[in-house]
């Protein structure tokens, strides 16, 4: 068959490919994985040769290894980690040292392989690649225990494969600046002062990367919101940690992991940012290794001769055992049920590119011969074959045994339905972000944006610039893939018209930003939060960012006495819960004992997972005193209440002066939560009035009081 050589159509070859593979596949019912390392080696030059494996193939190909390493670090539980080092470096030895000592000790015995050959034959098969992985975010189960261990092992047996390769290419070659500076003396001092300087350079990249690189993204990410520059950045900061570890004498794709894991952070999983990386990520690179691992692959050498079949039977088999080993001895280890064992075996028994890479090396010191060579090619198609099937396996049964549990446990009857009221643009972009945060990604449901200009003459410039912010809005949730419904609505009373889209959206919430115009009104409230809270029962988050929201380091709260007594007690922690588990940051908890042992019980039940701390604040005066401990990169959630509600207090009425006077540039969040009863503005008599003035006259006389 004709080879194509046009760079235009062998990309449009590659695009049908990534287009048609998972099509072809769902239609076999198999995994679209091993639809791409098919077609790959179906077009290769060991297929019908209708591609060449030519630059582009190399390079598309280790972006797409980087991008797979890269998303692991970045989508991992940090939390999990910290939990559970013990279980990541037990699994993690596991899996690096049995299938070693096997591949090892049978290599020698079987094969009658070398020292040397059987060793780097045993890094190869200690080592594995996540090809998998993919399957793991279709499924939703990035932040699975056993996904989150299989992600950890496998980057620790891949540093020690690699570390011992280097000293495998350390002592046969003399080639290198380490080698040279090191060739006067005698055998051991050079492999001391080899392996202090290796240390070295790996302790400088570790600092300096867990020391810059967060400084470098939080400064980045303050000052430019622009999406394609703050991808930009993201994607810079990955390739100069693989390119440093690969100066340092490691593969590239252990610094595309680690600055995965130091970005972790900062790139929440629902933002818009993520969004674009795993996109690009699953729509071309990742497909383009793929297809270029399969193109490595020859089957007519399997047809030759024994020699070959037997290696490759040989490696398959033993690599491939020792991977199961290590991964269901871990589990009784860890007490885990099996079908998280499968998961860790599906995900760590893959090899692919970092394989092709060890074994050139072996080559290169001439310590491989054609039939290993050929034997770690036909190697990986197997490997990869067994993974994707196992992996894909394991996350349908995770998923079913989860469904079942929380229908079981948990009936759906999640009422929520939040409602963005956004009037300012510097403000509103943070609005969505914070409602992507905090919103049950589970129920799937859209946001509600709205925008209520008053009914005067201006109202149709007013209500243009609304659309347009809208239109911004709604563009930005849909970066996110989350629905979002949008009003612009007149009104001569901006409060009703709150409340009347309120009710005819059937939401359940709002989130809205605090004014920041103080030129059209002095007071705190602004114009109409006072009356839009007192006239709705439901809960009204109030919010006001000085920087972006995935820099919050943590998250400091402060709950009112008999908080927990409000009907709307249990939203807004869920809230706070979800925005902490996402962010990733500590969330501390002010308030009496009884109100804070009940928050502790709460998250022990439904986020075990998160950094927590309480304090006790045994009264709402020393709320002040708060201020010292609020940095410019901490949250402050002030949970107030409506007049006459069980956690009311006199004190709550200082609350703005305390605020303008203390937490002056800082991130704040008011939270009014949900209470009982129906909406205020259906009902009223002489005894409960749907209006509240701001301050009665004997407020203003306490207020001087306390200031005397």
Same mark, same amino acid.
């Given at each position: %068959?004709?080879?194509?050589?046009?760079?235009?159509?062998?990309?449009?070859?590659?695009?049908?490919?990534?287009?048609? /593979?998972?099509?072809?596949?769902?239609?076999?019912?198999?995994? !679209?994985?091993?639809? %791409?390392?098919?077609?790959?080696?179906?077009?290769?030059?060991?297929?019908?040769?209708?591609?060449?494996?030519?630059?582009?193939?190399?390079?598309?190909?280790? &972006? $797409?290894?980087?991008?797979?390493?890269?998303?692991?670090?970045?989508?991992?539980?940090?939390?999990?980690?910290? *939990?559970?080092?013990?279980? #990541?470096?037990?699994?993690?030895?596991?899996?690096?040292?049995?299938?070693?000592?096997?591949?090892?000790?049978? /290599?020698?015995?079987?094969?009658?392989?070398?020292?040397?050959?059987?060793?780097?034959?045993?890094?190869?098969?200690?080592?594995?690649?996540?090809?998998?992985?993919?399957?793991?975010?279709?499924?939703?189960?990035?932040?699975?225990?056993?996904?989150?261990?299989?992600?950890?092992?496998?980057?620790?047996?891949?540093?020690?494969? =690699? &570390?011992?390769?280097?000293?495998?290419?350390?002592?046969?070659?003399?080639?290198?600046?380490?080698?040279? +500076?090191?060739?006067?003396?005698?055998?051991?001092?050079?492999?001391?002062?080899?392996?202090?300087?290796?240390?070295?350079?790996?302790?400088?990249?570790?600092?300096?990367?867990?020391?810059?690189?967060? *400084?470098?993204?939080?400064? #980045?990410?303050?000052?430019?919101?622009?999406?394609?520059?703050?991808?930009?950045?993201?994607?810079?900061?990955? +390739?100069?940690?693989?390119?440093?570890?690969?100066?340092? $004498?490691?593969?590239?794709?252990? $610094?595309?992991?680690?600055?995965?894991?130091?970005?972790?952070?900062?790139?929440?999983?629902?933002?818009?940012?993520?969004?674009?990386?795993?996109?690009?990520?699953?729509?071309? #690179?990742?497909?383009?290794?793929?297809?270029?691992?399969?193109?490595?692959?020859?089957?007519?050498?399997?047809?030759?001769?024994?020699?070959?079949?037997?290696?490759?039977?040989?490696?398959?088999?033993?690599?491939? #055992?020792?991977?199961?080993?290590?991964?269901?001895?871990?589990?009784?280890?860890?007490?885990?049920?099996?079908?998280?064992?499968?998961?860790?075996?599906?995900?760590?028994?893959?090899?692919?590119?970092?394989?092709?890479?060890?074994?050139?090396?072996?080559?290169?010191?001439?310590?491989?011969?054609?039939?290993?060579?050929?034997?770690?090619?036909?190697?990986?198609?197997?490997?990869?074959?067994?993974?994707?099937?196992?992996?894909?396996?394991?996350?349908?049964?995770?998923?079913?045994?989860?469904?079942? !549990?929380?229908?079981?446990?948990?009936?759906?009857?999640?009422?929520?339905?939040?409602?963005?009221?956004?009037?300012?643009?510097?403000?509103?972009?943070?609005?969505?972000?914070?409602?992507?945060?905090? *919103?049950?990604?589970?129920?799937?449901?859209?946001?509600?944006?709205?925008?209520?200009?008053?009914?005067?003459?201006?109202?149709?410039?007013?209500?243009?610039?609304?659309?347009?912010? =809208?239109?911004?809005?709604?563009?930005?949730?849909?970066?996110?893939?989350?629905?979002?419904?949008?009003?612009?609505?007149?009104?001569?009373?901006?409060?009703?018209? @709150?409340?009347?889209?309120?009710?005819?959206?059937?939401?359940?919430?709002?989130?809205? $930003?605090?004014?920041?115009?103080?030129?059209?009104?002095?007071?705190?409230?602004?114009?109409? @939060?006072?009356?839009?809270?007192?006239?709705?029962?439901?809960?009204?988050?109030?919010? *006001?960012?000085?920087?972006?929201?995935?820099?919050?380091?943590?998250?400091?709260?402060?709950?009112?006495?008999?908080?927990?007594?409000?009907?709307?007690?249990?939203?807004?922690?869920?809230?706070?819960?979800?925005?902490?588990?996402?962010?990733?940051?500590? @969330?501390?908890? !002010?308030?009496?004992?009884?109100?804070?042992?009940?928050i502790g019980e709460y998250i022990k039940a439904n986020h075990k997972g998160m950094r927590t701390k309480y304090t006790v604040m045994d009264h709402w005066n020393e709320l002040p005193n708060l201020a010292a401990n609020i940095a410019k990169d901490h949250l402050f959630v002030v949970v107030t209440a409506r007049k006459g509600t069980i956690s009311y207090k006199n004190a709550l009425e200082r609350l703005p002066d305390e605020l303008q006077q203390h937490f002056s540039g800082k991130n704040l969040m008011i939270v009014f939560p949900d209470q009982y009863g129906s909406q205020k503005e259906d009902r009223m008599s002489f005894t409960e009035a749907q209006h509240h003035e701001e301050s009665s006259i004997y407020d203003t006389i306490l207020r001087l009081i306390h200031k005397k």
């Amino acid at each position: %068959m004709h080879q194509i050589t046009d760079p235009t159509l062998t990309f449009f070859v590659v695009l049908l490919i990534i287009l048609m /593979a998972p099509i072809v596949m769902s239609k076999l019912r198999i995994p !679209h994985i091993i639809g %791409m390392v098919l077609a790959g080696m179906a077009v290769g030059p060991y297929g019908l040769g209708v591609l060449e494996r030519d630059a582009s193939f190399g390079i598309f190909g280790q &972006v $797409g290894l980087y991008y797979i390493m890269f998303l692991a670090g970045l989508e991992m539980d940090m939390e999990s980690v910290k *939990r559970s080092k013990r279980n #990541f470096l037990v699994f993690g030895l596991l899996t690096c040292l049995l299938p070693l000592a096997l591949t090892y000790v049978v /290599a020698r015995l079987s094969l009658g392989y070398s020292h040397a050959t059987s060793f780097l034959l045993g890094c190869i098969m200690a080592s594995n690649t996540l090809i998998a992985y993919p399957i793991i975010g279709r499924y939703g189960l990035q932040k699975h225990p056993s996904v989150a261990l299989s992600v950890g092992s496998s980057m620790i047996s891949l540093f020690l494969a =690699l &570390v011992m390769l280097a000293a495998l290419t350390a002592r046969y070659t003399s080639d290198s600046p380490e080698s040279s +500076f090191l060739s006067g003396l005698s055998q051991p001092v050079s492999q001391v002062l080899f392996w202090l300087l290796f240390l070295l350079k790996l302790a400088a990249f570790l600092a300096g990367s867990v020391f810059l690189i967060p *400084r470098l993204t939080r400064y #980045f990410l303050r000052r430019y919101s622009d999406a394609v520059m703050q991808y930009i950045f993201v994607m810079s900061v990955m +390739f100069l940690s693989a390119a440093l570890t690969t100066a340092i $004498g490691l593969e590239g794709i252990v $610094g595309a992991f680690i600055s995965g894991l130091i970005l972790n952070r900062y790139i929440p999983k629902v933002s818009p940012l993520m969004n674009r990386i795993e996109f690009i990520g699953n729509a071309l #690179f990742i497909p383009y290794f793929l297809i270029g691992v399969g193109m490595l692959i020859n089957v007519r050498t399997v047809l030759e001769g024994d020699g070959v079949l037997w290696v490759v039977l040989f490696i398959a088999f033993i690599g491939t #055992f020792g991977k199961a080993l290590a991964a269901y001895a871990s589990s009784l280890i860890f007490r885990l049920p099996q079908r998280d064992g499968n998961m860790m075996f599906g995900l760590t028994s893959a090899h692919a590119a970092g394989a092709i890479a060890m074994v050139m090396v072996g080559l290169r010191l001439d310590i491989v011969n054609d039939d290993m060579l050929n034997g770690v090619v036909m190697m990986i198609l197997v490997t990869c074959v067994i993974s994707t099937l196992v992996t894909e396996w394991s996350a349908q049964s995770i998923i079913l045994h989860e469904k079942s !549990h929380l229908l079981a446990e948990k009936p759906d009857a999640d009422d929520e339905k939040i409602l963005l009221c956004v009037k300012y643009p510097e403000i509103a972009p943070q609005l969505v972000s914070l409602s992507l945060l905090m *919103r049950n990604q589970r129920l799937n449901r859209g946001l509600v944006a709205l925008n209520v200009v008053y009914d005067d003459e201006q109202a149709p410039a007013l209500r243009e610039q609304g659309l347009r912010l =809208l239109e911004t809005l709604q563009q930005q949730a849909s970066a996110s893939e989350v629905g979002m419904q949008t009003q612009v609505r007149l009104a001569s009373n901006i409060a009703n018209g @709150i409340k009347h889209a309120f009710r005819e959206f059937a939401c359940s919430e709002i989130v809205m $930003g605090m004014h920041v115009h103080t030129e059209v009104t002095p007071k705190f409230w602004g114009e109409f @939060i006072q009356s839009l809270y007192n006239g709705l029962n439901r809960q009204i988050m109030l919010i *006001r960012f000085v920087q972006p929201l995935n820099t919050i380091r943590r998250i400091e709260v402060a709950v009112p006495s008999r908080a927990e007594f409000e009907p709307g007690f249990r939203r807004w922690l869920e809230r706070l819960c979800r925005i902490a588990g996402v962010l990733e940051c500590l @969330i501390e908890f !002010h308030g009496r004992g009884e109100s804070l042992t009940l928050i502790g019980e709460y998250i022990k039940a439904n986020h075990k997972g998160m950094r927590t701390k309480y304090t006790v604040m045994d009264h709402w005066n020393e709320l002040p005193n708060l201020a010292a401990n609020i940095a410019k990169d901490h949250l402050f959630v002030v949970v107030t209440a409506r007049k006459g509600t069980i956690s009311y207090k006199n004190a709550l009425e200082r609350l703005p002066d305390e605020l303008q006077q203390h937490f002056s540039g800082k991130n704040l969040m008011i939270v009014f939560p949900d209470q009982y009863g129906s909406q205020k503005e259906d009902r009223m008599s002489f005894t409960e009035a749907q209006h509240h003035e701001e301050s009665s006259i004997y407020d203003t006389i306490l207020r001087l009081i306390h200031k005397k």
